[in-house]
């Protein structure tokens, strides 16, 4: 189902923290729509004076669910996007993935970064891979792109973090990370299940991130060469959360249901934290803001 620029309007709305009335959702179209989104838990809905209004307790998660639903990277370039009478190619990649939209095939490839020196080669010649700060390469000939297998692929689900990496050096100084954000496709996966290197996903501490490592990449390629990223002060991080309300709305991701954590000894550990607490922690928690 395709997303019209009026329900647009309103998510951008609502990723301002401002609630919108339940009486806007007016099409059956935007109506079918705010039932997959409240069905989904990524909206809520409350009662106000005389009126519902629908909102958000979790900007990230709405933009990650629009752009792994949905393929559309950012809302508001989207919006802008479909107001403008024409478009280029180029532009439509770089906001959504939607091939109607483009009005060709989807393009094939993901994302990748790094502030490490590291070196590739696409098709036999030399790519120099190290990018400035919020900048990216997008390969789209991944099944001709290779790297020394002395690299870490880190895997990083949310657009915001894989551009502000820099802020997380810390926690791989002892690696060579080559930092991956999927686009819509399945590329991403099926150059992991070609090479050899060892794969570390860098997810949120919480249940619904847990499931996406387990079931979108560790069940997917081989598990030996897998791992969670986990700060050796986890416990306390979330101990010290206030994010009750996350964990509780997760507890009915279908993702999660049906999947037994202690199965999966790399992350076993982290989920009964999790299960402990009755919390969750965002990667946000632990930015170094003061990074170059």
């Known amino acids: 189902m395709e997303i019209p620029i009026s329900f647009i309007e309103k998510l951008i709305t609502i990723s301002r923290k401002e ?3 339940i009486g806007q959702f007016k099409s059956k179209q935007n109506k079918d729509l705010l039932k997959i989104f409240l069905d989904e838990n990524i909206l809520h809905r409350s009662k106000r004076k005389n009126t519902f209004i629908v909102y958000t307790n979790n900007v990230e998660q709405l933009r990650n669910f629009i752009r792994e639903r949905y393929g559309i990277i950012n809302i508001e ?6 107001n403008k009478p024409v478009s280029t190619k180029s532009e439509s990649a770089q906001i959504a993935s939607n091939s109607k939209l483009k009005q060709t095939k989807v393009y094939s490839g993901f994302f990748v970064r790094t502030f ?4 590739g080669s696409l098709n036999g010649e030399k790519i120099y891979l190290k990018t400035l700060k919020g900048s ?3 390969i789209s000939d991944f099944k001709n792109f290779a790297i020394s297998e002395n690299v870490t692929i880190v895997g990083i689900e949310n657009p915001e973090t894989f551009y502000r990496i820099e802020n997380y050096k810390q926690y791989f100084d002892k690696i060579e990370p080559l930092f991956l954000l999927r686009f819509n496709n399945n590329a991403f996966i099926e150059w992991l299940q070609q090479i050899q290197n060892r794969y570390l996903h860098f997810g949120d501490f919480d249940l619904s991130g847990i499931a996406i490592y387990v079931l979108e990449y560790r069940n ?3 598990f030996r060469r897998c791992s969670y990223f986990i700060p050796n002060n986890i416990e306390k991080i979330i101990n010290d959360s206030k994010n009750y309300t996350d964990y509780v709305n997760q507890l009915n991701d279908p993702k999660i249901k049906g999947l037994n954590f202690d ?3 790399e992350i076993k550990d982290l989920a009964k934290i999790i299960n402990k607490y009755r ?3 965002e990667q946000e928690a632990l930015m170094n803001p003061n990074a170059s």
Do not use: G, R, W
């Not at 490490?116 to 070196?119: C, T, V």
């Open 77 to 82: 370039d989207y919006y802008q996007l479909l």
């Open 136 to 138: 990216s390469l997008f």
């Open 279 to 281: 919390k969750t922690i």
């Open 263 to 265: 199965n999966y000894p």
């Open 220 to 222: 997917k390629m081989d």
């Open 116 to 119: 490490a020196d590291i070196e």
């Open 19 to 21: 609630p919108v009335s």
